[in-house]
């Protein structure tokens, strides 16, 4: 998979950007490949429909598939003329990212016919221990810890890249479903979701600090697409059913719905739905 996902797109919509082709090609045309696949509609203000991130398990796999994963990374700037600062090649080239503390190592793109809209990421999942990894990306990139901030309860690391260097640095915490009514005042609006969450995860950016998200995973994909339904986010389904029918031996099913959380509340029109590639 891979080229595959590229073609169902390209069919479904003549308008996506080139650059999708060459995250395939240069992320996932190759052995080792990916262990997992995502791909993500962004609904509202701003919207995109042309994201794809690509997971590999590097624990299980081991250090050279995770040196693989690095260096499609780096690739992957170059052929797109992304700017990867020399600091963040620095870190992702050093041990940081190798040890067992690291579950996954992840590369995405939010595509855009506009190069000054591309952006290229990187994600840390970690098993434990999360503190050496953050404290040394965020000392090699000039940045600190945001106030409050935990760095030792950090679940996901995660870098943003576009043509004018690094844009975001994002730290993910996961967060007891029980406790979100008690951090989010319209709690009620999600909590037919809330009930039926493997997790919940909380996004806090290190250089927009009014940045936060909240992402719910869904347990059953079935309750999720109902909820989605319900609250103007049909359009995003109706294009995984279309792309499904493109894809041989596999289909997209939504798994996750992010909301950006401002000033205590979530932002239900506005989100992001990720449908996780299962056979």
């Not at 490949?33 to 429909?49: A, C, L, N, Q, T």
């Not at 990212?97 to 290229?120: I, K, M, N, T, Y």
């Not at 994002?170 to 406790?179: G, H, M, S, T, V």
């Amino acid at each position: 998979m891979g080229p595959e996902l590229f073609d169902a797109l390209r069919t479904v919509d003549p308008s996506t950007p080139s650059v999708v082709e060459t995250f395939g090609r240069v992320v996932a045309g190759s052995d080792p490949r990916p262990d997992f696949y995502e791909y993500s509609v962004r609904v509202g203000k701003g919207s995109s429909p042309h994201r794809l991130t690509y997971y590999f398990d590097t624990h299980r796999r081991g250090a050279s598939v995770a040196r693989e994963a690095i260096q499609r990374f780096i690739r992957l700037g170059q052929e797109l003329g992304v700017a990867v600062p020399a600091a963040l090649v620095t870190f992702l080239q050093s041990d940081a990212p190798l040890g067992s503390e690291v579950l996954q190592l992840v590369v995405g793109v939010d595509a855009h016919a506009d190069p000054a809209r591309l952006r290229c990421k990187f994600y840390v999942v970690f098993r434990d221990n999360p503190v050496r990894s953050v404290d040394t990306l965020l000392a090699a990139v000039g940045d600190s810890t945001p106030g409050g901030a935990d760095p030792s309860k950090v679940y996901i690391l995660g870098v943003d890249v576009t043509a004018s260097g690094l844009q975001e640095v994002k730290l993910y915490y996961r967060l007891e479903p029980a406790r979100v009514p008690k951090v989010v005042e319209n709690g009620v609006e999600i909590v037919s979701l809330l009930t039926a969450c493997r997790q919940v995860v909380f996004l806090q950016s290190v250089r927009h600090v009014e940045r936060r998200q909240m992402y719910l995973h869904a347990e059953s994909s079935v309750r999720l697409s109902g909820w989605l339904l319900a609250h103007g986010y049909g359009e995003a389904l109706a294009r995984a059913r279309t792309l499904n029918a493109c894809i041989n031996g596999c289909r997209l099913e939504p798994r996750i719905l992010s909301l950006p959380y401002e000033q205590g509340r979530v932002c239900v029109g506005r989100g992001s739905v990720y449908f996780h590639l299962a056979e």
